[in-house]
């Protein structure tokens, strides 16, 4: 087996700045996939307390954030009121998560990350280092620099919670 | 009150690539020391279960970790003997942690971290974009981008759980 490539540099398809934020994102969304690889549905669906979040949740969370920022970065608008609603559960979590988030099989949820991702890094390749910096236009105090980095750093950040919730699970 | 500052670009004093990781590493710092402003020292020792690490023991580990990849990164070496010794409560966690990661204030913990931090950004300040992608000499699978990234991937990761915890604090 080689050794795992661990170099953030740039990559081929993609300005120099973006391939480096795309090994980031890649290497974030390899980790999550192995973070849940092999639960049960009942597993996803575990909840640790009564204020807990389901890993399961937490996976289709990572695809709802990612979603939202396309809206912002790619297509320069927030959301719609229909795509809001769509995606509520998964962004707000808490009761609406716990309620409607639930009785999906591990590739249900890792479906759905994919399909989003696989946009997000269309889009990306389609741009340039220029766009990636400069200050966005429906929220000037933000670059999408800082969105991408954000969407995969909120992954991570729920990436502890499932490595803590799966380290609990019977 | 000024927006915050939401974006990801080059920074005065760094090399451009190196700018943009100080950036991430710092939007990270600032949220990992917003997410447990405030607590006491029992808060930070408090174990959630017989298997949880406490939170400042998550806070001693970031310091841990950002210690040795300066180890591997600014003077291409592993961690000494007596280092690692000294480190190891911090890095491994566990049962380790839980016995000598105790009985100290928030500001102890905050006090490593920014002093390991502050050497962490001398020694980047004086380093440029082609040392920190080229492929490290005692081990040419990473670079320094990777390593200083999941450097604060790490940090990232423990905030999650971090936040976790502290919602279920009394």
Redesign the interface.
């Known amino acids: 087996m080689s050794?795992?490539?661990?170099?953030?540099?740039p990559l081929p398809g993609y300005s120099a700045?973006i391939g480096?934020l795309v090994?980031?994102l890649s290497?974030?969304r390899q980790t999550l996939l192995a973070a849940v690889a092999g639960l049960t549905t009942a597993q996803l669906d575990h909840l640790q307390?009564e204020?807990s979040n389901s890993i399961g949740a937490l996976l289709a969370h990572s695809a709802a954030v990612e979603r939202v920022y396309q809206c912002l970065t790619f297509e320069e608008r927030p959301p719609s009121d229909a795509e809001s609603a769509a995606w509520a559960a998964a962004l707000e979590l808490g009761d609406k998560g716990r309620a409607l988030l639930r009785e999906q099989p591990l590739e249900h949820y890792v479906e759905e990350l994919t399909t989003v991702r696989r946009h997000t890094l269309a889009e990306l390749a389609r741009r340039d280092d220029t766009w990636l910096?400069q200050?966005m236009k429906i929220?000037p105090?933000?670059?999408a620099?800082?969105?991408w980095?954000?969407v995969g750093?909120d992954e991570?950040?729920?990436?502890?919670?499932i490595?803590?919730l799966r380290?609990?699970l019977r």
Chains 1, 2 share one sequence.
């Open positions: 050794p795992p490539n661990l170099r953030i540099e700045t480096r090994g980031m290497y974030a307390d204020a910096e200050p929220a105090n933000m670059n620099h800082w969105a980095f954000h750093e991570i950040n729920h990436r502890g919670q490595r803590w380290a609990r």
